[in-house]
């Protein structure tokens, strides 16, 4: 097999989020979010009780940071804003000068050197007293966000023209009120994570149009959102329809209101939730829906669609109840002897961010996609050939997609350097850059797969590995 080469004009990065990597978590002006608050107050709910309040210190660092990305090459780099460093309160009462300015030398430095900034409005950093208030699933959220968006592309649209407003709704809603994994650990499935799924796709809608109405025409630039895209394969044969249920009960949920034809919530997830709610004695579905104007205002309010990929899942229908408090009796697990990473989720499985790529196509009218996610843990170490062969083979999927037709136009590795993993601390890493977290200046140092990803990134090719 021949060298196989990327398409002109792709564009190559990496990624990281703001708590994960900044620190300074209460330094100059900067107030509490749900994840200062989590961390602080439920310390062990982090598997090794750590926190965010150091993290990489990427506020301090941020010249060594892109000095990284200058070092490995990238097209773009994506990183995310602390709402409550640049508006204390939340609200845009009072701006916060050294936060603008903290993400100003940032955005400047790498201006500097001709690298794109691809920012992310939310990576789940929720203004704690917003959380308060109900947080995501109080409906003025959706005008809390949008008037905090407003502030930020005021502030920084001049210069970022790859905007993400929310990263992994499903992650926020689904694990933030619907369990107790994430921030804010509400734990209400099937009511909370609802409810916070339609205030944050109307929070999203509102904010891409006032992107496009009054930021657009003088900025250009473009808006998404990064979804959580794991892919859902059958069983079997005859688990096809399963499969696809898990697809609109995960990655549908977000995606098909925005990119699908018809809007709305993917119609399985309607009837299911519907009839289980009936069954349950709830005067009406708990899934909470449009209405005709809100379904008008998401549908094609995105005009990229952002995919955080990481692994595979296998799907069949099992025989619960009604009375369980699942929506969808479809159950979803990992074969034990599937490849695996440091982290228990993260299975190596290629081939399904291929079949991903082709379900996007197909499903949502082949829009223009960014991977603004993929990527793999160790342990600590700087020999991580098991990482080097994650990247390879997911790079050589995704051009099997894009030989077909699949309209990718970047990739952004997770993550540039190692960073707080949120329900496992520091214990595994997903770094290029190895970070050492027992050192006060956090030394980054270069693993082999940041070289291997550099070579890749230069020659614009991959090797054939099969
Ligand atoms: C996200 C991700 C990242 C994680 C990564 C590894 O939602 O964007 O959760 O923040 O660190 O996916 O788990």
Redesign the pocket.
Known sequence: QSIRKFPDGFSFGAAT?SY?IEGAWNADGKTETIWDHLTHNNPCSVKDCSNGDIAANSYNLFKRDVEMIRELGLDHYRFSLSWTRILPTGFPDKINEAGVQYYNNLINEMIKYNIKPMVTLY?WELPQKLQEMGGWANPHVTDWFADYARVVFEQFGDRVKYWITI??PY?ICNAGYGSTTKAPQLNLKGIADYMCAKNLLVAHAKTYHIYNNEFKPKYGGVVGM?M?AQWYEPESEEQVEAANEAMHFGIGQYAHPIFAKEGDFPQIMKEKVSAKSAAQGYYRSRLVEFTEEEVNMIRGSSDFIGL?H?TTYLSYRSNVTLEEKQDSDVTSYQPNSWPGSA?EWLKQIPWGLHKLLTYVKHNYDNPMVIIT?N?F?TLSGLEDDDRISFYREYLNAMLDAIEEGCNVAGYTA??LMD?F??LEGYTVR?GLYEVDFTTANRTRTPRKSAFVYKEIVRSRALDPIY
Do not use: I, P, R, T
Request: aromatic letters at 20%; charged letters at 15%.
């Open positions: 989020a994960q990576h990263n992994e992650q990064s959580s955080n990481y982290s996610e990527g843990s997770w993550s960073n993993e949120w997903f």
